[in-house]
């Protein structure tokens, strides 16, 4: 397998993302990125990471960097937030437009997000989003729960292995729809 795969775990550094109870977008994002990363990496994927630790580079540096590498697919993990807390609940993911391949890889890392319990509130354009837009690859924006939502943050935290597990799916079924990548042994 030699598929290349640039993952983005969104913020860093002195840009926390959103924040909840102490709680910052961007650590739980590096998180959530390194794990799914070496999901893949045991899988055979060629992994890069925008980041590793907590820094910063704006978007349109991130993707530089994913053009330079040129990557197959750019996947950017995220939480959402409102405007109120435990006002929305569920993931969700963003691409350029509807026609782009990216679109197969959103739908499937939703469906697999949604098998572990999360509201599926679908796929959506974004075209003015920098990770979306300047990527010479397609490119995803996964919104992996509310950070301001109660019961996303609970789930968030009782089954992140499974949820890394899930995105990790979900990118490689867009390479191969019917190989199943997660464990035999139920999670523990």
């Known amino acids: 397998m030699a598929e290349t795969i640039i993952l983005d775990a969104g913020h860093g550094g002195?840009?926390?993302?959103?924040?909840?109870?102490?709680?910052?977008?961007?650590?739980?994002?590096?998180?959530l990125t390194l794990a799914v990363g070496e999901i893949l990496e045991d899988k055979g994927f060629n992994v890069y990471y925008t980041r590793t630790d907590d820094v910063y580079e704006s978007p349109y540096r991130k993707a530089q960097e994913a053009n330079t590498l040129g990557g197959d697919f750019f996947v950017s993990i995220h939480?959402?937030?409102?405007v109120y807390p435990n006002q929305y609940s569920g993931i969700e993911s963003l691409i350029y437009n509807y026609q782009s391949p990216a679109y197969e890889m959103a739908v499937n890392i939703n469906?697999?997000?949604?098998?572990?319990?999360?509201?599926?509130?679908?796929?959506?354009?974004?075209?003015?989003?920098?990770?979306?837009?300047?990527?010479?690859?397609?490119?995803?924006?996964?919104e992996v729960g509310f950070i301001n939502t109660e019961d996303d943050n609970i789930l968030f935290?009782?089954?992140?292995?499974?949820?890394?597990?899930?995105?990790?799916?979900?990118?490689?079924?867009?390479?191969?729809?019917?190989?199943?990548?997660?464990?035999?042994?139920?999670?523990?």
Not at 14 to 31: C, T
Not at 79 to 82: D, I, K, Q, T
């Open 111 to 142: 469906r697999e997000l949604e098998r572990i319990g999360f509201i599926n509130l679908g796929v959506n354009e974004r075209p003015n989003l920098v990770v979306l837009n300047r990527t010479q690859m397609p490119a995803v924006l996964v």
């Open 157 to 188: 935290d009782a089954r992140f292995r499974e949820i890394a597990w899930a995105i990790a799916q979900g990118i490689v079924r867009t390479f191969y729809p019917g190989w199943d990548i997660y464990p035999l042994q139920d999670f523990a």
């Open 79 to 82: 939480r959402n937030s409102s």
């Open 14 to 31: 002195a840009n926390p993302g959103a924040v909840y109870g102490g709680r910052r977008e961007k650590d739980d994002a590096l998180a």
